[in-house]
């Protein structure tokens, strides 16, 4: 008896202490409102009949400068040609780390040579907490029918350091995001045959 | 003139005293300072010694546990060792839970010891010296992320008597091991099960669990629990109920938790067991 009413109390805290309305692979992606670099305002319901990706970015964290050595730009270039729309998300607050203002974001961006739909600008973390963005580079797609299909890392081969990128032992590499778009873009699958995985990265600078 | 140098003294003294805490972080901005010891003096043949890395971070940065969390990343060892040497795994301690914004990472604060048990082979010519090299890279976190890397060298004797102990590094290997985890004692009956938001581990120790204050489960794997979530502890006699809450990508097919079960105790501090539980279904 007394397990019951220990498990209840437990029960009670998680579902009503703290409501979650994270994205959830398999169920409609949350929807948002996002102003780019651009003063231009996006809404996530307006892009249904498309394949969308959000890359949260953070440009001076170590994780995000690795991809951002031509890897990441190819990948972005190769899908956003494929008709795929990929905005980079920057949570970080004002004054934490990776935290730009709009042209700041343009000038980076176009430094960079990334091939990005736009750069949304989210300073006070709503899109995502959201999306429980925990990561930079934490990865999702979401489908033209606007369900998410992929949420976690970019790849199975976090950073050790500055240079060397691994993957575990054994493990061949693997980018998912990749890997996923292909299945879903070009084989015209319906599902990922991997949609969830451990996002990796700087935490993001939330507030 | 007299006057104007004065506050000299003082400068120089605080100088003096801030020094011996962290004497190398003001050569360059890594915030962690890395060195490799070893427990014993020397090595036998066909015996083995502990080797330490032991890493001082630099005030309010952290490096991190097997599994980091929501973000980080864990240190890594790559040795290059003499024919015939093995390395093992590195001993994870029991770590913390670091809270940032809503989310949490699991690692180490201040300073903390990695233990590498080191075998050497039978076939070695006492007298003769061999050099374990090992290359770690680590990433230390405050506000910001910075990776690092260094080399380190251990050069140890071979002697065909028993290794002493190295009495300079004792307080360190002595610290390291009081948190390391063990293998849960035999007796105890831990049943895991989990409803549709949540976990519940259940341990029974057969004896009065009354020093134990709070319990905490960290996650070997990520994408199980949700780590920022506070966990719900219940101790009442010999029973420890604890509660957490599932990861919103928790996979539906989810058979097992395996982790650390740390308990918290009056004036013992904590001790860390590995557990893999079984889950059933609510």
Redesign the interface.
Known sequence: MKRLVFLGITLGVFCFGSLSYAAKVGVPAPDFTASDSHGKTHKLADLRGKFVVLEWHNKDCPFVKSHYRGKMQNLQEKWVKKGVLWFAVISSAPRAEGYVEATQANEDMKKRNAHLTAVFLDPRGTIGRTYDAKTTPHMFIIDPKGVLVYNGAIDNAPLTDGAVKKTKEGEPFVNYVERALQELVAEKKAKPSISSTTPYGCHVKYK | MKFRLKPAPLVLLLLFLSAPFYPAFSQGASHVKVELLSEQNSIQPGGSVTVGFHFRMQKGWHIYWKN?G????AP?ITWTLPEGFTAGEILWPVPQRLP????A?YGYTNEITFLVPIQAPAKLIAGHMVRLAATV?W?V?Q???????KQLNLRLPIRKKAAPYNSRYAFYFKSARKILPQEIPEDWKITGSM?P??F?L?LDTGAALSKTTTAAFFPL???QIQNS??Q?S?I?GNTL?L?F?KS??C?PEIKNLEGLLVLEQKNAGKRGYWVNVPLNN?
């Open positions: 980091p929501d973000s980080g990343q890594s940032l914004a809503h989310l990472d890279h990433l976190c506000e910001i992320c910075i990776p690092g890397g409803g938001k949540e519940h259940s794997h990520g994408n979530a506070n719900i219940e009442e109920n509660g809450k919103d990508q996979s609510n």
